[in-house]
């Protein structure tokens, strides 16, 4: 790997480890607080960790409020409506548990009970930095890495663009037997939105020397692990490597950013109504191979990640199809549906290139400018290589 410059931090501190959520109450109590509101959904309802979390907290002196209706892919007026509650109940702190959507409602509740009005007050269009009341994030899959990120994403009601908020967690609370029980279809997409992060992380315009490690470490600890994940949710071993690779990349692409995948996976969920793992999966191919044609060296550090050989003589183009072919193989065995099988039609697909570009600005964070025809031709490819 060849060393990089650039500014490098990590935005929240982390509690790792199987167990750690039993630690949650003394994380409430070292805030100064004792009325957590905790943020979830119907699935980590369903899951049981809800209670579990819940049962933990009342045990150790906490006297936590439950709020159970996040919804996938909020809007501002679902957010608003969840600060609202939050509020009437005078709440001193809030815990986010889930995936991407009730970590980032959780953010934004944080934001709401320091500051007055709705959330849409405070989006990133307004310049704001709104300060906040202690969030704890305690996520149940591996995949978003919203617990690292410091901006929280939310749709805005009406136009369904998607639009966020600066705000962050004050500390995560990582606990691999909280993901024992995601379903396949869960470990898949979630595994591969990491995956996502680790490989634009990378392959972006923007390295610096700590993204690189974690998004390499992350990109080894999927590549030998989501399968088997797949295979066998119960192993607790695996859960945590992904945790662990998630959270390494969602630390990196914090820093970098990420590019022309995430645009376009960004596009094709809300076009085709389908979840941001999964979406975003369909990139995954030509993002290597674009980033091997670019950069050599960088594909023979990914490929060397995933425990794949390389001849000494391989031209980028060589070791981009290697990448590519291998990233297919995996989203194979874990069962992902082409776009073709998920009827998204392939002009239709393409089609979303200009919309992509003005709606992402991070769009441009590649080494080289992707021009919109070469753009419109790796869509192509995304759709045309994984059938
Ligand atoms: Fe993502």
Redesign the pocket.
């Given at each position: 790997m060849e060393i990089t410059g650039g500014r490098y931090e990590q935005e929240c501190p982390v509690i790792f480890g199987a167990g750690s959520v039993g630690k949650l109450a003394d994380v409430v109590k070292g805030f100064g607080c004792l009325k957590p509101f905790v943020v979830y959904d119907a699935g980590v309802k369903a899951a049981g960790a809800a209670e579990r979390v819940m049962r933990i907290l009342q045990e150790n002196g906490c006297i936590p409020v439950g709020y159970d209706d996040v919804k996938p892919d909020p809007v501002d007026t679902d957010v608003t409506e969840a600060g609202e509650k939050a509020r009437k109940e005078d709440v001193d702190c809030v815990i986010g548990m889930g995936g991407?959507s009730s970590m980032d409602t959780a953010k934004m509740v944080s934001v709401m009970l320091d500051n007055p009005g709705p959330i849409s007050d405070y989006f990133l269009s307004t310049g704001k930095v709104p300060s906040h009341v202690p969030c704890i994030l305690v996520p149940t899959s591996s995949?978003?890495?919203s617990e690292i990120t410091r901006v929280a994403v939310v749709s805005e009601a009406g136009t369904h663009a998607k639009g966020g908020v600066f705000a962050s967690g004050n500390i995560a609370v990582l606990d691999p037997e909280l993901t024992l029980t995601c379903p396949l279809g869960v470990t898949a997409n979630s595994g591969f939105?990491a995956f996502?992060?680790a490989l634009e992380s990378y392959t972006s315009g923007a390295n610096d020397p700590m993204s690189d490690v974690l998004a390499l470490k992350a990109i080894e600890l999927i590549a030998a692990n989501l399968k088997q994940a797949c295979d066998d949710g119960s192993d607790v071993e695996r859960r945590t490597k992904l945790m662990q690779a998630s959270n390494f990349a969602g630390i990196a692409?914090s820093n970098t950013g990420?590019h022309f995948g995430?645009a376009f996976?960004h596009q094709l969920g809300g076009h085709f109504g389908v979840g941001?793992?999964l979406a975003?999966s369909y990139t995954l191919g030509e993002v290597a191979r674009f980033g091997a044609e670019h950069d050599p060296q960088r594909g023979r550090d990914i490929a060397e990640a995933m425990r794949l050989c390389v001849s000494e003589n391989a031209t980028g183009r060589e070791i981009g199809d290697l990448l590519a072919d291998e990233i297919y193989r995996i989203m194979r065995y874990c069962g992902i549906p082409s776009m073709k099988e998920k009827n998204f039609g392939r002009e239709e697909c393409i089609g979303l290139a200009e919309e992509a570009i003005a709606t992402n600005p991070f769009y441009y964070n590649t080494p080289v400018p992707v021009s919109v025809e070469k753009f419109k031709e790796l869509i192509a490819k995304m759709w045309d290589n994984y059938q």
């Amino acid at each position: 790997m060849e060393i990089t410059g650039g500014r490098y931090e990590q935005e929240c501190p982390v509690i790792f480890g199987a167990g750690s959520v039993g630690k949650l109450a003394d994380v409430v109590k070292g805030f100064g607080c004792l009325k957590p509101f905790v943020v979830y959904d119907a699935g980590v309802k369903a899951a049981g960790a809800a209670e579990r979390v819940m049962r933990i907290l009342q045990e150790n002196g906490c006297i936590p409020v439950g709020y159970d209706d996040v919804k996938p892919d909020p809007v501002d007026t679902d957010v608003t409506e969840a600060g609202e509650k939050a509020r009437k109940e005078d709440v001193d702190c809030v815990i986010g548990m889930g995936g991407g959507s009730s970590m980032d409602t959780a953010k934004m509740v944080s934001v709401m009970l320091d500051n007055p009005g709705p959330i849409s007050d405070y989006f990133l269009s307004t310049g704001k930095v709104p300060s906040h009341v202690p969030c704890i994030l305690v996520p149940t899959s591996s995949g978003t890495g919203s617990e690292i990120t410091r901006v929280a994403v939310v749709s805005e009601a009406g136009t369904h663009a998607k639009g966020g908020v600066f705000a962050s967690g004050n500390i995560a609370v990582l606990d691999p037997e909280l993901t024992l029980t995601c379903p396949l279809g869960v470990t898949a997409n979630s595994g591969f939105d990491a995956f996502s992060h680790a490989l634009e992380s990378y392959t972006s315009g923007a390295n610096d020397p700590m993204s690189d490690v974690l998004a390499l470490k992350a990109i080894e600890l999927i590549a030998a692990n989501l399968k088997q994940a797949c295979d066998d949710g119960s192993d607790v071993e695996r859960r945590t490597k992904l945790m662990q690779a998630s959270n390494f990349a969602g630390i990196a692409f914090s820093n970098t950013g990420v590019h022309f995948g995430h645009a376009f996976g960004h596009q094709l969920g809300g076009h085709f109504g389908v979840g941001h793992g999964l979406a975003c999966s369909y990139t995954l191919g030509e993002v290597a191979r674009f980033g091997a044609e670019h950069d050599p060296q960088r594909g023979r550090d990914i490929a060397e990640a995933m425990r794949l050989c390389v001849s000494e003589n391989a031209t980028g183009r060589e070791i981009g199809d290697l990448l590519a072919d291998e990233i297919y193989r995996i989203m194979r065995y874990c069962g992902i549906p082409s776009m073709k099988e998920k009827n998204f039609g392939r002009e239709e697909c393409i089609g979303l290139a200009e919309e992509a570009i003005a709606t992402n600005p991070f769009y441009y964070n590649t080494p080289v400018p992707v021009s919109v025809e070469k753009f419109k031709e790796l869509i192509a490819k995304m759709w045309d290589n994984y059938q």
